[in-house]
């Protein structure tokens, strides 16, 4: 069966724990989390989770049935891309040798990332984008010296009227 | 007026209703065990926690009301997962109260602490820690609330001994703070019901199939009055077994993998099955995609994960049993169903000729001889093995919770402690445990609980020194390589059951009418060893990985 990226979008109970039931059911379904990103709405009481996972078609009525069940669980959707908003942020690592310093200048102009800390030999760029663009710089930067990288992962929220 | 947190807890149990607690102390729940000598709450102390969890699990499975059990800190509650899971598989509603280090040493390998949540997630249905003695009461509330709502499964509140301990002045509890679910996405329940109706209307060949669910929603009236209205011949999986009267002209037995000829046949032939309250499972399935290859299948259950959750299923409809069954009912036709009922029939008298004493030889024979010499309305409990299937096939429950058996998780050594809790929870109703040797000395020390309490319950062993299902297939599927499978009969069972001050009595299996009528006539607890030949088997069986269709009858098949 053919596999594609799933958005999961959730609104849980901000309480030790929920996070390990969460990730729980998808590792009992055997589904892997490829991003996750937890943070507090404007409720405090309350927090959005938003994970990826690529999976087959039955992933998200399996998950999100056994997602709906947990009793800190408030709402669970799937997100699609072409109905919603979604952006990722990078902070990209890299080391600058003399002779690729001004391609690596080259490429923070045309990707329009931001400068975030720069020393003599390294430097912390930021992006902001979509997962496609977030991969077309790091596959850019990558044989330029990319040494870490620190992905968020999705964050996204649907469109509305 | 300041309460200690453990007054609270116990306050809190009896106003949910709690009467009995099966448990077992240790050095953190020790505030619980002080405040248990003055109230009205009885406290059974077992021989093993595990013992506890199914004696709770029992004590919920028989009454109908939430069982509860209580265990120490570290090996006290990892002694109750077992006990846990055998009650999530099967849905009962128990509460497990554990105790907990202290929270400021949480997380420090203090002694006898272990993450009980953590271990426990994916066989509960909720769990809390309680940090603070403000949200004693609340908590149990709402652990009340959750272990009966919707599908019914075990909840555990793990109790740090700071918190029993520490005293909460009055007025300043605190409410459970929660926050209201987004709608589940259910559609259009009564137009699904329509839907449902006319299929069954229209079918030729309707099979009803009813899982434990029916009995857990108190739909059992409903379902009977749905069958004899629709003229729909019923099986049952195991675990729903007892919702009918096993009398009923139109019960067919209970399916799958070591179920009945009949069912198995007549499920395959079906154009239409309405399930209730069953997920589909392996056991009832054998090879999912070969199973009921011509009917259109409709199901009915509360638990939006079981639908579709074995099998596709063309007409789902989420919600409450009995409240569903009430509005389905009037839109149900009775047609004449002659063609159908008298295929099978047909079946019926064919399948009866070669399944003597239901496919379980002389264990069937002497079970319905003691149920013949035991009152009415006594309850059945079961181990797992091949005593659980012979049980199954040849006790005829009368009621709906008269037959207790771990169906899910399959666990030997349930018999003998869910017998206690069974006991103690309906107490005018006797009580016999069906076992095998091997499951038997599982939990055998909870004959000292027996005895202790003087818990007349009827324990009867099958003793074929075997695990005889193990030995089963392995004889019939590993081309009778038997392995790791005889237990010998070194133990002299009835010694020790004397030896821990029960009577008890060995007879033959063929001529066990002395060893019957002794035990059907003694007051007290009463162990009977009954021996079996290896040999005798449950036949028809599937093997592994095949469809129900594919019964073997023998060994030579």
């Known amino acids: ?161 | 007026m300041k309460k200690s947190g453990a007054e609270i807890l116990l306050e809190a149990l009896s106003d949910s209703g709690v009467d009995t607690i099966f448990g077992y102390p240790g050095a953190n729940t020790l505030p619980i065990h002080d405040g248990l000598r003055s109230g009205p709450i009885r406290h059974y102390l077992m021989r093993h926690e595990q013992a506890a969890a199914h004696a709770a699990d029992g004590y919920a499975r028989a009454t109908g009301k939430v069982g509860v059990c209580l265990a120490t800190s570290g090996p006290g509650a990892t002694n109750l997962v077992t006990g846990i899971a055998t009650a999530y598989m099967d849905s009962s509603p128990i509460i497990a109260l554990t105790g907990q280090v202290t929270t400021t040493l949480l997380g420090s390998d203090a002694f006898q602490e272990t993450d009980i949540i953590g271990i426990t997630l994916p066989i509960t249905k909720h769990s809390f820690l309680v940090r603070d003695v403000r949200d004693m009461k609340s908590t149990i509330q709402e652990a009340f609330k959750l272990t009966t709502c919707s599908r019914p499964g075990p909840v555990l509140v793990d109790l740090p001994r700071n918190v029993l301990a520490s005293s909460c002045p009055a007025g300043e509890e605190r409410t459970y703070q929660s926050t209201p679910k987004v709608s589940n996405g259910i559609g259009d329940k009564d137009d699904q019901l329509h839907k449902i109706a006319r299929a069954l209307n229209q079918a030729e060949r309707p099979v009803i199939i009813i899982g434990g669910g029916v009995k857990l929603s108190n739909a059992c009236r409903e379902i009977t009055d749905l069958i004899e209205k629709g003229r729909i011949p019923f099986v049952n999986t195991m675990m729903g077994v007892g919702s009918v009267h096993a009398a009923n002209g139109y019960n067919l037995g209970f399916i799958g993998t070591h179920g009945f000829e009949l069912s198995n046949r007549v499920v395959h032939q079906a154009d239409f099955i309405l399930a209730i309250g069953t997920r589909f499972s392996d056991r009832s399935t054998s090879n999912v995609d070969a199973f009921a290859p011509l009917a259109t299948i409709a199901q009915i259950d509360i638990d939006p994960t079981s639908v579709g959750k074995n099998i596709k299923t063309d007409l789902p409809l989420i919600g409450d049993i009995r409240k569903t069954l009430k509005k389905l009912i009037p839109l149900v036709e009775t047609p004449d169903r002659i063609e159908w009922l008298s295929r099978i029939k047909k079946e019926q008298e064919t399948t009866e000729k070669r399944n003597c004493y239901k496919g379980c030889g002389e264990p069937g024979r002497f079970i319905g001889m003691v149920q013949e010499a035991m009152p009415e309305e006594t309850t059945a409990v079961t181990d797992v093995g091949l005593n659980q299937i012979w049980a199954v096939r040849s006790w005829l429950p009368k009621t709906p919770r008269s037959l207790l058996t771990s169906g899910g998780m399959g666990t030997m050594g349930f018999s003998v402690p869910a017998a206690i809790g069974a006991k103690i929870g309906v107490p005018e109703r006797e009580v016999v445990a069906f076992s095998g040797d091997g499951g038997f000395f599982m939990n055998i020390q909870e004959l000292a609980t027996i005895s202790y309490y003087n818990i007349p319950v009827k324990i009867i062993v099958f003793n074929n020194s075997h695990l005889g299902m193990i030995r089963q297939i392995q004889d019939l599927f590993y081309d009778s390589r038997l392995s790791s499978c005889e237990l010998g009969n070194h133990a002299d069972i009835v010694a020790i059951a004397k030896g821990f001050g029960l009577q008890a009595e060995r007879v033959a299996v063929e001529k066990p009418e002395e060893g019957i009528d002794k035990m059907a006539a003694s007051k007290g607890p009463f162990l009977l060893e009954v021996m079996v030949d290896p040999e005798n088997y449950v036949y028809p069986i599937i093997p592994p990985g095949r469809s129900n269709m594919e019964m073997i009858f023998g060994r030579s098949d």
Do not use: W
């Open chain 1, 1 to 161: 069966m053919a596999e594609e990226e799933h958005i999961i979008s959730m609104l849980v109970n901000n309480k030790p724990g929920v996070l390990s039931r969460v990730s729980g059911v998808f590792g009992r379904l055997g589904y892997n989390i490829k991003s996750l990103c937890v943070a507090e709405t404007t409720n405090p009481e309350i927090s959005r989770i938003t994970l990826t996972s690529i999976a087959n078609s039955h992933f998200t009525e399996k998950v999100a049935k056994q997602l709906n069940k947990l009793v800190d669980v408030i709402d669970v959707t799937e997100l699609k891309p072409a109905t919603s908003v979604e952006r990722e942020m990078t902070l990209i690592g890299i080391r600058i040798d003399k002779e690729k310093r001004a391609e690596i200048m080259r490429a923070i102009d045309m990707f329009g990332c931001n400068v975030r800390y720069m020393s003599d030999n390294y430097c912390i760029l930021e992006c902001v984008g979509e997962t496609e663009k977030t991969e077309t710089i790091i596959n850019y930067l990558k044989p330029l010296g990319i040494e870490e990288i620190a992905r968020t992962g999705i964050i996204a929220l649907p469109q509305k009227n």
